[in-house]
């Protein structure tokens, strides 16, 4: 196992929302379940990063004594550095350095097992490498494999840069493929006007574990960030008989690598073609409120901010009852649950089937043929059961979420521009 000394900068008068100790715990979390032996955190005060080293001499110096003390492998910085800073880094402590977002990278690498997901790591780690060659293509550590370096599937990661470029095409390429069959099973579900409920929160809030828990499934949940990287769907039924699919997908992190969002959108599009959003919130976790916080960011960067959402406050076998209740009334209208008891797991059920039949009904309209942009919109926000031409006007049989409905209502009674 790699021993790892964890680095954390904290600038001097920062309002961030996490504080340095905190991030420097989540860091440690990241590191275990990529498989490393944590012997050492530290957290280095500065007024901003130094531009060619990232710390000061004096510091790094420091760094390599403790490194050398407590027999190091790999340093891992809390930030990301940029190719210049990670090199001079090396070249001091003659240890392999590492930042946050190859870390991320490397435990998604390891957990990736479809061909979709491998894809999307390796190029999330290749588009990550490139502007930080050197020359012809030097990797960043020059100091031995492991932790860093490694590809999908265990394979070493591609370093010379003409070659990157060859495979960061090929990749998009296998991409935009996989892309268009997920779309076509998508369409196809439509047709069955099924509902789609994704389960999403911060990694480890207990996505899967309710997943399982709901629809007797068996993916692999356990106490370690990113155990969930492929899109899970089931069917669940109702108690008022309605079939409505659950989605168990990839959580979401504090300052998640941009590059990791970009590669996974096309996992993430089940999250934004869902109908409603299931978000899990641990509520044993301290940094609760801003873990929410976090997911919401990640969800205005995927552009599904104002999906329906239901909050589920989830562990709270392990919280003062008062203390949820508390939490309860912070947020309007979330439910407590344990999805590692079941506790509760009734009144979650009425709550979806409640929220679904309000929010959600199926309407009929009658839309004259030059009006196609609402028939698009309909297509696309909601599921079109029927559409029959018939002389100027389509007749649609459409479920939509009913704010929206209000909207095509509006925009049917004004009379055509043009
Ligand atoms: N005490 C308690 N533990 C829970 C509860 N729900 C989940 N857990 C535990 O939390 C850990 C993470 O659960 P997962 O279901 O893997 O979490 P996830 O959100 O799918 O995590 P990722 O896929 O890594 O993003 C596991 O150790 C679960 O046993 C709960 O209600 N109470
Ligand atoms: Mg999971």
């Known amino acids: 196992m790699e021993r790892a000394l964890l680095v954390t900068l904290e600038l001097k008068n920062s309002r961030a929302p996490w504080r340095a100790e905190e991030k420097a715990l989540e860091l440690a979390e990241l590191a275990v379940s990529s498989g490393v032996f944590v012997a050492d955190s530290i957290i280095v005060k500065r ?4 531009p060619a080293h990232f710390l000061g001499k004096g510091k790094i110096e420091e760094i390599a004594e403790l490194s050398s003390e407590k027999n190091i492998d790999v340093i891992i910085f809390n930030n990301e550095l940029t190719g210049t800073q990670q090199k001079n880094l090396e070249d001091i402590i003659d240890v392999k350095t590492i930042d946050r977002t190859q870390l991320i990278l490397d435990i998604f690498a390891r957990r990736a097992k479809s061909n979709e997901g491998k894809i999307q790591v390796e190029l999330a780690q290749l588009l990550y490498l490139m502007p930080r060659l050197t020359g012809k293509g030097i990797i960043l550590s020059r100091l031995g ?64 574990t309710l997943f399982n828990a709901l629809t007797a499934s068996k993916i692999t ?55 409603v959003l299931l978000h899990l919130v641990d509520i044993s976790h301290p940094k609760a409120k801003e873990m929410e916080q976090a997911v919401f960011i990640v969800l205005d960067e995927l552009k599904a901010s104002d999906k329906p959402m239901i909050t589920v406050l989830n562990k709270v076998d392990k919280v003062d009852d008062n203390e949820v209740r508390r939490m309860v009334r912070q947020r309007d209208g979330a439910i407590p649950i344990s999805a590692l008891t079941g506790k ?26 030059n009006k196609s942009r609402l028939i698009s919109l309909m297509h696309e926000k909601g599921h079109v059961l029927k559409k029959e031409y018939r002389g100027n006007n389509v007749h649609l049989e459409v479920q939509l979420p009913t704010a929206l409905y209000e909207r095509i209502k509006k925009e049917l009674r004004e009379p055509p521009r043009g």
Do not use: C, W
């Open 344 to 369: 509760n797991f009734e009144a979650l059920i009425d709550r979806i089937t409640l929220y679904l039949s309000n929010t959600i009904k199926t309407y009929n309209f009658i839309v004259p043929n």
């Open 47 to 50: 007024e901003k990063p130094h």
């Open 221 to 275: 949940t356990q106490d370690k960030l990113f155990s969930t990287l492929d899109p899970t769907i089931r069917a669940f039924v109702l108690p008022n008989n309605q079939k409505v699919l659950f989605i168990d997908t990839v959580g979401f992190l504090n300052e998640l690598p941009h590059h990791l969002v970009e590669s996974f959108k096309a996992t993430l599009e089940e999250v934004v073609n869902a109908d």
């Open 145 to 208: 494999g492991g932790i860093g370096t490694r590809g999908p599937g265990e394979q070493k990661l591609e370093v010379d840069r003409r070659r990157i470029n060859t495979r960061i095409a090929k990749l998009k390429k296998d991409l935009d493929k996989l892309n268009l069959g997920r779309a076509t099973r998508r369409k196809q579900r439509t047709k069955f006007s099924l509902l789609t409920i994704a389960i999403i929160g911060y990694t480890n809030s207990g996505k899967s």
